[in-house]
C-alpha cells in the first residue's frame, strides 16, 4: 500500500498557496482601499517649463492636479452616499457617524492584520462583517453593482476561511 502525498511547489500544497493568494489579495485590497479614504486631488501652481524642462522665462504658472495623502482628507464614503444614506429611515442616523469614523481605520488595520499574518482567522470574519455592513447599506439604498461587488469579496473571505488551515506564515493563530 503507497501513501500518496499531496504535489507541492517549493514545500507549498495547493491548498497552502491558494490561501497565501486569497490573503494577499483581501490583505491589500482592504489597505489600498483604507489607505484611498484618506486621498484627494487638489489642484496647485507649478512653473510652467520649457522645452528643455526648465521654468520658463516668462515666468507663467499653470494649475496641476495632484493626488495627496493625510488625514485632513479622509472620506469615508462619498458625499452623494452619505446623503442617500441620511435619507434612509431604516439605517439608524446615529450609527452612521460612528460608522463613517471607524470605516477608514477598520479597513487598514484589518489590512495589514492579514498581511501579516496575525490571528488570520478571526481577522477574515472581521473582514466578513465589515463587508456585510457595507452590503446591508447598499442594499438599502438599490446600489445593485455595489452589493454584487461586496458578494464577491464575502465569498473569497469565505473561501479563505475554509482554507485557514493550510495557512504557513503567520504570527498567531486564531
Not at 444614506?85 to 484589518?110: D, R, V
Request: glycine share 10%; net charge neutral.
Amino acid at each position: 500500500m503507497s501513501t500518496l502525498t499531496p504535489p507541492t511547489v517549493f514545500g507549498f500544497t495547493g491548498h497552502s498557496l491558494a490561501f497565501l493568494s486569497l490573503r494577499l489579495w483581501l490583505g491589500s485590497r482592504a489597505l489600498i482601499t483604507g489607505l484611498e479614504k484618506y486621498s484627494a486631488k487638489i489642484t496647485v501652481q507649478e512653473p510652467m517649463l520649457d522645452a528643455a524642462g526648465q521654468p520658463d522665462m516668462s515666468g507663467a504658472m499653470m494649475d496641476v492636479e495632484k493626488k495627496v495623502y493625510g488625514l485632513k482628507y479622509y472620506h469615508a464614503l462619498p458625499d452623494s452616499l452619505q446623503t442617500k444614506f441620511a435619507s434612509e429611515p431604516l439605517l439608524p442616523g446615529f450609527l452612521c457617524t460612528p460608522f463613517y469614523t471607524l470605516l477608514g481605520p477598520a479597513l487598514i488595520i484589518l489590512g495589514v492584520l492579514l498581511l501579516a499574518g496575525v490571528a488570520n482567522r478571526l481577522t477574515l470574519f472581521a473582514m466578513a462583517g465589515l463587508y456585510a455592513s457595507l452590503t446591508f447599506g447598499l442594499m438599502l439604498i438599490g446600489q445593485d453593482a455595489g452589493v454584487s461587488w461586496l458578494a464577491i469579496h464575502v465569498g473569497l473571505v469565505a473561501l479563505a476561511l475554509t482554507l485557514v488551515d493550510h495557512n504557513r506564515f503567520a504570527i498567531t493563530r486564531a
